[in-house]
């Protein structure tokens, strides 16, 4: 239900349009929620990328988000490039800032990079692997803080997912998986607010698993170990 509109376009050669005033929403029809407004936007369909310029989200008529500079690609293709900041504050870590970068490696490799300022405990970088093959696929998903100044120690997650298929390595029917997670300390998620794992966990599984499904039945073998967090 995408729609948009413009106050004028420019047509500047083959492939090649430039929109003044530009709206864009995917609102149902006289329901404009949440739109996008750009004072100059740029399509480029030889490249596929479009370019746009002071642009502003609005949300019921109230400006949220002020773009200066922008760009996206116009077809489904991913593409690199800085994904919106975030903004918050708390007691515990007093303002936050994070600015994610998204990189497209490849088409079946993938990775988001994410800074994060925090004015009570210093700067943490965290980053998001995925990967994804024939026969196999997983995420890896990292945060580190080298210096937590509110309690004078390095903090981190690590959180590992790896799904394989073992027809590949002469065995039908067989699969296997890794699920490991692991974090500094007890009040990891309680001090440090995470997009990765939810706050209210308390046991972090290490599990692998060996299994093998065919039509007579499935056997499962499996190695399970937690880190509980008092």
């Not at 489904?76 to 870590?93: A, I, V, W």
């Not at 990292?142 to 309690?151: F, G, S």
């Not at 009040?187 to 308390?202: C, E, G, H, K, V």
């Not at 972090?204 to 880190?227: E, I």
Request: proline share 5%; glycine share 6%; aromatic share 12%.
């Amino acid at each position: 239900e995408a729609r948009g509109g413009a106050a004028s376009m420019k047509f500047e050669g083959e492939d090649h349009e430039r929109l003044f005033s530009a709206e864009y929403t995917t609102c149902k029809p006289d329901q404009d929620d949440w739109y996008l407004k750009i004072s100059e936007l740029a399509l480029d369909r030889e490249r596929n990328v479009g370019t746009g310029y002071n642009g502003v989200v609005q949300f019921k008529g109230v400006p949220i988000l002020y773009l200066p500079y922008m760009t996206f690609p116009l077809n489904s293709d991913r593409k690199s490039g800085f994904l919106s900041p975030t903004f918050g504050s708390s007691s515990n870590s007093g303002l936050e800032l994070s600015v994610p970068y998204y990189l497209n490696i490849s088409p079946n490799l993938d990775a988001t990079l994410t800074p994060k300022l925090m004015t009570k405990r210093g700067v943490q970088l965290g980053s998001e692997l995925r990967y994804l093959g024939r026969s196999f696929l997983g995420q890896l998903d990292t945060e580190y803080l080298p210096h937590d100044r509110v309690i004078n120690r390095e903090r981190y997650l690590f959180i590992a997912r790896h799904f394989q298929n073992l027809e590949s390595w002469s065995m039908p029917g067989w699969t296997a998986s890794i699920n490991a997670q692991k974090v500094s300390d007890d009040n990891y998620f309680r001090d440090l607010s995470t997009r990765i794992a939810n706050t209210a966990q308390t046991n972090l599984p290490r599990q692998a698993t060996l299994s093998y499904n065919s039509f007579v039945g499935d056997l499962t073998t499996r190695y399970l170990a937690f880190q509980t967090l008092q």
